[in-house]
T-cell receptor, first 115, second 114 residues
């Protein structure tokens, strides 16, 4: 059983640029959620993808967008980067798009620094 | 909306001593509750979860948590802390219309003294 993997682990971008982060979900899982964790804070929900459709979104602007592919891997895209976008971005995979009983497994995260 | 609060930002404990981390939830009905641990530079690992039934829940790494409806709490405990328990701990509750997102508390950072 493979776990949740994210790439890259670290990257540095310049304000105004665009970035794509990638996540491979755990084997057998069909749902991917993305979270932003600023330094010293708890993770904040960005959005979730279930069977290639967006299935809920947190309080993030439209420049945060995503995709889920037929193999259930996912991308998080952020346009027009701002300094406040600097954070650890976490991907979580689970089985089933709804329901509180679904246990989410997290990747190790991508540390994004915007300069 | 469902939410959780972790009143303690930092806790320092001696190795071998007991540990208790507080989590208070805000939700009318019986919530589902989770505790996650995050080691430095790592993602989140699920320690334990409460859905219903027995209010004392056993988790991994020797942790347990007790759900107390009267106090709206779900505190995490460990009888004897090891140096490897130094990490950040997050309490979380499912929220959103479909319960499909996790709302996390602000976290408690645990430092372990030798």
């Amino acid at each position: 059983e493979t776990g949740v993997t994210q790439s890259p682990t670290h990257l540095i971008k310049t304000r105004g640029q665009q970035v794509t982060l990638r996540c491979s979900s755990q084997s057998g899982h069909n749902t991917v959620s993305w979270y932003q964790q600023a330094l010293g804070q708890g993770p904040q929900f960005i959005f979730q993808y279930y069977r290639e459709e967006e299935n809920g979104r947190g309080n993030f602007p439209p420049r945060f967008s995503g995709l889920q592919f037929p193999n259930y891997s996912s991308e998080l895209n952020v346009n027009a980067l701002e300094l406040d976008d600097s954070a650890l971005y976490l991907c979580a995979s689970s089985f089933g798009g709804t329901g509180a009983r679904t246990e989410a497994f997290f990747g190790q995260g991508t540390r994004l620094t915007v300069v | 909306a469902q939410s959780v609060t972790q009143p303690d930002i930092h806790i320092t404990v001696s190795e071998g001593a007991s540990l208790e981390l507080r989590c208070n939830y805000s939700y009318g009905a019986t919530p589902y509750l989770f505790w996650y641990v995050q080691s430095p530079g790592q993602g989140l690992q699920l320690l334990l979860k409460y859905f219903s039934g027995d209010t004392l829940v056993q988790g991994i790494k020797g942790f347990e948590a007790e759900f107390k409806r009267s106090q709206s709490s779900f505190n995490l405990r460990k009888p004897s802390v090891h140096w490897s328990d130094a990490a950040e701990y997050f309490c979380a509750v499912p929220s959103g219309a479909a319960g499909n997102k996790l709302t996390f508390g602000g976290g408690t950072r645990v430092l372990v003294k030798p």
